[in-house]
């Protein structure tokens, strides 16, 4: 037990919230399977866009951009985001040490957040890699330095922003279960629902007059809109919105042990 206990001590220089949040950080990057979701993530996006002969591949498009990178990103964090959160919460209560957490001098929302923040950071950091993209295609424009900046730093927060609402499902499905498998699944579903889901539905064409309403549910929806560059008040509600509902429903999920 008291080697539990020092495992979550907080340092007296550091809040309870700053402390958490730091410790999930670096105890990601202490583990190989952080490094493993990272490199994959670079890996594949790399192959599509510099390798693969096909629609990502920035040398077969014929005009610098890295388009490729933001319509295959979202494809690919459907997969390792869930694999990145998957552990925050689950491995907590199959340990028990969700238990000597819980009755730190933090609350529920809290240690929500704090790891919510901590994920989103993790991706980040994944992402920054990514500026090696841009910057190759800068060099590579004819003349250099012909790329639409705009628009590549629009479908960057577009990115970070789908990112942030993939953490936050990933972070809900982690308080149902102890098993890090099962959450995996649950927030791949619950993502893809909410990425492509209404989508769907607004091609079926059943509801006439509501169908663009519908549509405007789902994360594609605003994740397309930004990436074009321009910042509308309308998409970043809706990705704080859906962030705020998830980490909510986290919250509530955490207080029900205590039911």
Known sequence: MSKQSNKFKYPTKFSP?????????FGFLSSLIGYIVIGVFLIITGLFLWVFPLDF???ELGYANIDGLFMLSPFVF???VPALTMKSFAEERRTGTIEILLTKPISDMQIVLAKFFAYWTLLFIALLPTLFYFYSVYQLGYPKGNIDQGG?????IGLLMLGGSFVSIGIMA????????????????????MYLGFDFIYSLDFFGSFSLFIKSLGINHHY????RGV???????????????FLLSARLSLQSRKW
């Open 57 to 59: 591949n920035v040398m």
């Open 78 to 80: 459907l997969f390792i």
């Open 174 to 193: 982690s308080t149902l279960t102890d098993n890090q498998i099962v959450s995996f699944i649950i927030a791949v579903f619950l993502s893809l629902i």
């Open 224 to 227: 397309s809109s930004i990436s």
């Open 17 to 25: 919230f700053l402390s958490l949040y730091i410790r999930e950080i």
């Open 231 to 245: 910042i509308d008040s309308r998409d970043v509600i809706y990705f704080i919105s859906v962030i705020s509902v």
């Open 152 to 156: 590549m730093w629009g479908s960057y």
